[in-house]
């Protein structure tokens, strides 16, 4: 059956993939399944994973769904035998091409001169049409439509005599951003774009082993040692036991997205040596010192909203509370609901408190707003419970302009802060109460102890402030308008 995102889902930004990699360990492809579930939160819609065996070659399966569904399985997994492997999760895009095909799952592979390259791409490639254009004008036959296929096509198209050699000279092509993880018949290659938009990291297995992965989580769940985060700009390779580390790209000053701090990544990992747990517990401390108000409970909207709930909570002495529950068992569905189901809408998945919530004063606690429709309804829930007043909280700024770096944003005019003052959208949700944490806020919460550098942001927060590090040059093309100078 066909798997269909959830109404609750549809209202909430979402990270286009999460990748991993292993090197010198027996049944590597078992650990990248591991990780990958580990990743599952980056990517729920399909996953890949390609091996090296020397006695067999590389080997790959790809499948729609969640890794433990696929890749727990023994006539799967024993099909990807070899000590090196790598592994991919993906969303399919927004309003693209279409709904997700099985050609469309990495890891892409590639068979060249000097052997097979396999590669797995976290983040989007902003000139991607006009580099599919001018390679299929010289002959290039896609496969897919991924904009990830442009960089095995450019790497056939090299003159390097070496595999690692053409990825750096392919990836010298792309503009956007790229986390990469790649593999040879003896090497496990790791690169990030020279802004580092999107994250990766490097573990230690073994003295002899090692692991890349998008998120510390990834190599908690096999157990690996965290060494460091893979720079902005660098590329490691990774053989015989040995890292070897060059920065193949023009020095850029780092943007690393804020937004996986916000929601992306798991609240267990770590992002620049902090716990992402701990940033969001500050920034809902921000918002408690920013947005005050009167009330008698705060609540998370689960999960995301939890760890910012926690830190409004301390900062502002009112009671935390569990006022909304989450139907762990929902995940996605695969069956096509009846009006009367998706009128339901977010009740399939969240479930409001009535004891707890009944003529209460109630904060509610969010991560972002996108479309403001899953607000309404939460909204809704609460009052409906008996709450005597809502007051939205919003652990983001307003999230005015669509993300062109490897995260599933609508178009510009359907998200609400696009269109909407603050008091409007309060008007629209129907709340007492509306506010988002401001951008400085949030940059304090993430470790700025001055703010955002205006003249030179730390991050990208392009979908905050319109302030585009990479200009998104296919779309541009497509008419999309740049915020105007100011």
Same mark, same amino acid.
């Given at each position: ?215 510390? /989580? ?12 893979? *720079? ?13 580390? =060059? ?42 010192? *920013? ?7 705060? /609540?998370?909207? &689960? ?29 996605? =569905? ?39 429709? =899953? ?22 700024? &307003? =999230? ?9 944003? &609508? ?60 200009? &998104? ?14």
């Amino acid at each position: 059956m066909r798997m269909l995102s959830h109404p609750f889902d549809d209202d909430k930004l979402k990270e286009e993939c999460g990748i991993f990699g292993t090197i010198g360990v027996a049944d590597a492809s078992n650990f990248v399944a591991l990780g990958l579930h580990a990743l599952q939160h980056r990517g729920q819609e399909a996953g890949g994973i390609v091996s090296y065996d020397p006695t067999v070659g590389f080997n790959s399966a790809r499948r729609f769904g969640y890794v433990r569904d696929n890749f727990t399985k023994r006539d799967v997994m024993d099909t990807l035998p070899g000590e090196l492997a790598i592994g991919h999760v993906r969303y399919s895009t927004a309003g693209s091409k279409g709904a997700t095909a099985i050609r469309d799952v990495q890891p892409f592979f590639g068979e060249f001169s000097m052997g097979g390259c396999a590669i797995a791409h976290n983040g989007n490639i902003t000139n991607a049409d006009a580099l599919r254009r001018e390679l299929i004008e010289r002959g290039s036959i896609f496969q897919s439509s991924s904009d990830s296929e442009c960089i095995i096509h450019l790497m056939a198209r090299s003159i390097q005599k070496n595999l690692s050699e053409r990825i750096k000279d392919a990836l010298r092509r792309v503009e956007g951003a790229f986390s990469v993880v790649a593999m040879t018949r003896t090497k496990l290659i790791g690169v990030r774009d020279p802004l580092g938009v999107r994250p990766l990291v490097l573990g230690r297995i073994s003295d002899s082993a090692w692991a890349l992965s998008s998120e510390t /989580c990834g190599l908690d769940i096999i157990g690996a040692e965290f060494v460091r985060e893979i *720079e902005p700009g660098e590329m490691v390779v990774i053989e015989d036991g040995k890292v070897n580390s =060059t920065h193949p790209f023009a020095p850029a000053k780092s943007r690393f997205c804020i937004f996986e701090n916000v929601y992306f990544s798991r609240p267990d990992s770590i992002i620049g040596g902090r716990s992402v747990y701990e940033t969001r517990a500050a920034i809902g401390r921000e918002l408690a010192r *920013e947005a005050p108000v009167d009330a008698d409970l705060v /609540c998370p909207v &689960p999960d995301s909203g939890t760890p910012a709930a926690i830190g409004y909570s301390q900062e502002s002495g009112i009671p935390y509370a569990m006022g909304i529950i989450r139907n762990q068992y929902m995940g996605r =569905t695969f069956i096509e609901p009846t009006d009367h189901i998706r009128n339901m809408g977010v009740r399939l998945k969240l479930n409001v408190n009535r004891a707890l919530i009944k003529g209460k004063r109630v904060i509610l606690v969010d991560d972002s707003v996108v479309r403001g429709t =899953t607000s309404r309804k939460i909204k809704d829930m609460i009052l409906e419970a008996g709450a005597a007043e809502v007051h939205f909280r919003i652990a983001s700024p &307003p =999230t005015a302009w669509p993300c062109f770096y490897g995260v599933d944003t &609508p178009e510009r005019d359907k998200l609400l802060a696009a269109t909407m003052s603050e008091e409007e959208m309060r008007v629209w949700i129907g709340v007492d109460s509306l506010k988002f944490v401001s951008l400085d806020g949030l940059y304090r919460a993430a470790g700025q102890a001055t703010g955002r550098n205006n003249a030179s942001p730390q991050y990208c927060d392009a979908c905050f402030s319109g302030e585009y590090p990479v200009a &998104p040059s296919d779309r541009i093309e497509a008419g999309f308008q740049m915020k105007a100078a100011e």
